[in-house]
Each structure stands twice: as C-alpha cells, then as structure tokens.
C-alpha cells in the first residue's frame, strides 16, 4: 500500500470545506434613486440633480444571496435591463463561486465580440461583486480573505459629490465640516470652472488646511491644453497630491504628455473599463495613480487585476468609489490585497441615503481612517424593504 503524505495533493483535497455545488436560480438588477435637496453640487459634468444606483442580487439554490453594486452610467434603468436579460441567462444555472468561470463566459458571449462594450462591463461588475459576496458568505470568509489578505486599514479622503464650485470661504466652510466629523487629513476637489475661480479655491484650502493637508483636483475632462497649462503652475506650488481626469479617456498621447510636462502626479481609470483597457493606459505611462472602478471595470475580479498590473508598474492604486457601501466594501476588500493601494475615496460622507437606511456596513471612518470590514462576504447587510423606498427615477443624473 503507498504511504499517503501530507503533503500528496490528492490527500488534502479529502480534507477541503468546500461548500456543496450550489446553483443560481435567481439573478434580479434593481435601479434605486432620490433625488439630491436644494442645487445639487456643481462640477465638471454638470450639476447633480440626483442619485441612481443599481442593485444586483444572485441568489443561490441553498437560500444564500449576494449583492452587489453597478454603476448607473447615467442611464441606471438601462444598466438594470442588461443585467435582467442577457446576464441573468447567462448566469442561471451556474454554480456561484466559480468566479472567475462564470466571468470569463460573459466576456465571451457578451464583451469579446459585437455586444455593447462598456455597458456590459458595467452590468457584469454588479454580478461579478454578488459573486464575491455570496461566496465569501457562503464560506464564512471576507472577501478579502478569499483574495488572500487580511483587513487593512487606510487613508481617506473627503470625495464624491462633494466640494463643488463655490465660493472659496463657502468651500472651506463645507470641508472644515467634514474634517471635524470625519478627521480627514486629504480631500478632493473639483476643477474645470475657470483656471483662475479653480486657483484661488486650492489657494483657500491650502492656506486654511496647512501644508501637511494632501489636496487631489479632479477635473472631470473639462479643460483643454490652454485652461491646464494655465492652471498647472498653482497645482504645483500649493503642492497638489494629484490632478485627475484631465482629459477624455481615448486621449492617450495628451495624457502622456502631460505626465512629462507635470510635476503633479496625474491620476485616471474610472472611466476605462477591463484590463485591456487599463493596459493601454499604464504601458503608454499615462499616469501615475490607478483609478479603476469595482462597479465600472468589471468588478472584483477585474480590479484585482488592475491592481496587479499597477503593481508591475510601479504605480500608485486609489480606486475610484461610487454610490453605495456595496461597492465601498468591494474597494476596500480589493486595496487590502493590494501592496500600492494608496488612499479610498469617502465618496458617501453627504447626500448618502441609501447606505444610510438600507445598505449598512461597519466602514466608519474614523481620524481620518477607514477599515475593511471583517465579516463574511463584503460584510454589508442589504434590508430589501427599505430598497422599496427609493424608486428608480430613469434618466441622466447631471443637469446643465
Ligand atoms: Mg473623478
């Protein structure tokens, strides 16, 4: 008879826990919405009159079920609509914790040929982060633990719909606010009104905050050459942390370009969508922070991978957040396996209903800090009655 090791690979698979071959019996995409009080925040891409959110939740034939966020892409109905056809079929009958199987059979049937590109990128990041949550629950593991890491803990800063254009005292008024509440040491604000109305707004915040307060600008494209060449100069001297989407996705050779001429580091990827996309961004040294989006580029899965290759770039990983604690989770989960991750976009610190009444997770943040949430799956709890509350309002979010 042959003396089984412990180390014979055929041994410890006897030993594995493995959850019994579950299945997908319900896959469903919910748009919520409410809309914002007052004006809104005004930035590079309009005024916010609103917020949209789409929820995808997968449920498997032992009762478990997964949430997980897709960004509204300004038509949140139509991204929910993606997920409740095509997706769903896809994904029925799958068994739920083959990730990366059930991935690659949406890239193939719905991304690699024909199909709608970055829509369907959007879709499956909501079913991709469901996955990762129904496993990790299933396995009574956080996310993270399934991606090899422990819970970490790491800088924030106040971003999102905040810190619009306003007057400069007001825009210090409403972050000295935030850093009371919050202990934020680094904040975003938001560029592309006019270079000099933008330059004295990070003068005020600079001299109001002290030199050890980290200030990113994001610009949301809405400048050209002449308006950043302008505004470049002052980004330097008050000692800017980074300048974001300065330009359009698609414009690669500006954006290297102005990573030569800038001694501000530049940040992009929110709007780039997969690893395809990504690598054409990093190879041509476009930018210095890495900006992907779990509920834009693919989800879980494909941020990882993003990670990865900022990693082998050398470069700095600060992901991009969007709207609810689903997909604040998710990042947190992703930068804990990730040895560049560099600061966490507190998008969710104003107009954040829909975590607040019914999408709860343990991310305060605290000094300044927040930590990744040490519970199975993403580690936030889901009340679907309180969704009803928050009827999907279609249509674009940004109003002129
Ligand atoms: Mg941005």
Same mark, same amino acid.
């Given at each position: 008879m042959t003396e089984v090791s412990v180390s014979d690979p055929g041994a410890s698979a006897s030993r594995l826990v493995t959850p019994a071959a579950l299945k997908i019996v319900d896959v469903r995409a919910r748009t919520i919405s409410h809309r914002l009080d007052g004006q809104g925040v005004r930035f590079g891409i309009g005024r916010a009159i609103k917020r949209d959110a789409v929820i995808v939740r997968v449920e498997a034939d032992n009762g478990l079920v997964g949430f997980g966020e897709a960004h509204h892409a300004l038509s949140p109905t139509t991204v929910a609509e993606l997920v409740n056809t095509s997706l769903r079929e896809i994904a029925l009958g799958c068994d739920p914790t083959l990730i990366e199987d059930l991935w690659h059979r949406v890239y193939r049937y719905?991304?690699?040929?024909?199909?709608?590109g970055e829509g369907v990128y959007i879709a499956l990041s909501g079913l991709d982060m469901a996955l990762w949550d129904l496993t990790g629950k299933a396995l009574g593991l956080p996310v993270c633990r399934l991606l090899g890491a422990a819970p970490k803990r790491f800088p924030a800063y106040a971003g999102g719909i905040t810190l619009g254009y306003q007057e400069p005292s007001a825009l210090s008024d409403e972050l000295a606010g935030y850093v009371q509440r919050f202990g934020f040491k680094a904040a975003k604000l938001r560029l592309g009104d006019t270079a000099e109305r933008d330059i004295a707004r990070v003068r005020r915040i600079r001299e109001d905050f002290g030199p050890d307060f980290a200030i990113m600008v994001d610009v949301n494209t809405a400048y050209d050459w002449v308006d950043l060449l302008r505004l470049l100069p002052a980004l330097e001297e008050l000692d800017v942390a980074w300048l974001e989407e300065p330009f359009p996705r698609r414009e690669l050779d500006a954006l290297a370009e102005l990573r030569r001429r800038s001694k501000v580091p530049i940040a992009a990827g929110e709007n780039h969508y997969g690893r395809d996309d990504m690598r054409e961004l990093l190879g041509r040294r476009c930018i210095d922070v890495v900006q992907g989006d779990a509920s834009k580029t693919g989800g879980i899965s494909e941020l990882k991978k993003i990670s990865d290759l900022a990693t082998l770039h050398r470069l700095r990983f600060a992901p991009h957040t969007s709207h609810t604690n689903l997909n604040y989770a998710a990042t947190l989960h992703v930068m804990s396996a990730s040895p560049v991750a560099y600061f966490f976009e507190a998008a969710g610190i104003r107009d954040n209903s829909f975590s607040e009444a019914a999408i709860t997770a343990p991310l305060g943040i605290r000094d300044g800090y927040v930590e990744t949430p040490? &519970?199975?799956? &993403?580690g936030v709890a889901v009340d679907e009655a309180a969704l009803d509350g928050f009827a999907a309002l279609p249509g674009a979010q940004n109003a002129g």
């Open positions: 719905q991304i690699r040929s024909h199909g709608m040490d &519970l199975p799956g &993403l």
